[in-house]
């Protein structure tokens, strides 16, 4: 039996945090040994609670404690993993340096792409660990490509995120949508989901589509800004900000169109989810989404261009017909990715680390 160590900053709502958070409890049913250190809880530590998992919170540290290095170190050595995984910066560097100092192989989670990492000491440091991992693991063929592009020489594999199964209990609060057709969009309220483009798209496209409302679930650091930009708006009544929901499933189930205006992506949990769940999807014409789907199964738009985007909203809000048909392949096209086969694909590449 392998026994592996997840190592994570915190469980907060974050997509790489949901996918770790099906993904161990998965690991464990299929017969590995699994922990999961964590810095902080969060939204999906519950999700992890329901698995056979041992779960292994950290001492509370400020953000550059050194000491936290020692406590991971410490870890490793007392639970005595086979591998030791991390996700995202601050474990990638620290649990990375962590597993070297106890002579346990290291696995680096990959769950984005180039265009989010600045050219300064913190992604430079990662970097450098990296190179020295056993292995990194991508979501995307976008992550395999930078790693390729710093330099690095490891074992590299492409694992694609398992859909999560979305919660589809009926929400206890409809934001004033109750009764409306509804626009839906989901992810956090930061630069890179492009919120701004997006707003401003669903404001023009609601314009054109007078009994139809917007929803935007996610919370993030531009919630104040988009907030202020949803009332300068044409149709400040009609777009809601309805944060974290537990209900996101039953959302996708019920919106005419789902709408993503990322800027860069790994492989996005909530369009393969809203896709899964057979929601027309209107997305940002970037690699990442094209990876995932193509033309057949979705309406694209320059990311930047919320003009282009709006016609998207209108065209799959009112022409139901072809909305349904891509929405069909776009749920066919996403069928084989779930946590089980994910879970498979990472056993293997664990296997192949053990002496």
């Known amino acids: 039996m392998v026994r592996v160590l997840h190592v994570i900053p915190s469980m907060s709502a974050g997509g790489a945090e949901r996918q770790l958070a099906l993904l161990a409890p998965a690991l464990a049913a ?3 040994q699994v922990a999961v250190a964590y810095g902080a809880g969060g939204p999906n530590l519950s999700l992890l609670q329901r698995g056979a998992v041992d779960l292994l919170p950290l001492r509370r540290r400020a953000h550059h404690d050194p000491r936290l290095l020692l406590d991971l170190t410490s870890l490793i050595r007392r639970w ?8 995202i910066l601050q474990m990638d560097v620290l649990g990375g340096l962590a597993a070297h100092w106890a002579g346990v192989p290291h696995v680096l989670s990959e769950r984005c792409s180039a265009e989010l990492y600045a050219d300064d000491w913190k992604n430079r440091l990662r970097v450098r660990i990296g190179r020295r991992a056993r292995a990194i693991v991508a979501n995307s063929q976008g992550g395999i490509d ?14 694609r995120n398992g859909v999560s199964p979305a919660d589809r209990t009926p929400p206890t ?16 309220l930061s630069e890179q989901k492009n919120v701004s483009t997006l707003v401003d798209a669903l404001a023009r496209a609601l314009v054109r589509l007078p009994g139809h409302h917007a929803l935007i679930l996610g ?6 800004a988009i907030a202020a930009r949803i009332a300068a708006g044409p149709v400040p009544g009609r777009i809601h900000l309805g944060g974290v929901s537990p209900s996101v499933g039953w959302w996708m189930e019920h919106a005419d169109a789902f709408v993503s205006a990322s800027l860069y992506e790994g492989h996005p949990n909530v369009v393969i989810e809203a896709a899964a769940a057979g929601c027309p ?34 065209e799959a809000a009112q ?3 072809a909305a349904a048909i891509r929405a069909a392949r776009a749920k066919q096209d996403v069928a084989g990715l779930t946590i089980e086969a994910a879970a498979v694909r990472y056993l293997g590449i664990y296997e192949g680390l053990r002496p």
């Open 30 to 32: 299929a017969g590995a």
């Open 281 to 314: 999807l209107i997305l940002s014409d970037i690699a990442a989404h094209r990876e995932v789907l193509d033309a057949g199964a979705a309406l694209f738009a320059a990311p930047h261009d919320a003009v282009a985007l709006a016609e998207c909203i209108v």
């Open 146 to 159: 930078y790693w390729r592009e710093v330099g690095a020489s490891v074992p590299m594999h492409l694992v």
């Open 319 to 321: 022409d139901r017909a």
């Open 80 to 87: 005595r993993p086979d591998v030791v995984q991390t996700w």
């Open 173 to 188: 609060d409809m934001f004033g949508t109750s009764g409306h057709p509804l626009l839906l969009a989901v992810g956090r």
């Open 219 to 224: 919370e993030g650091p531009l919630r104040d």
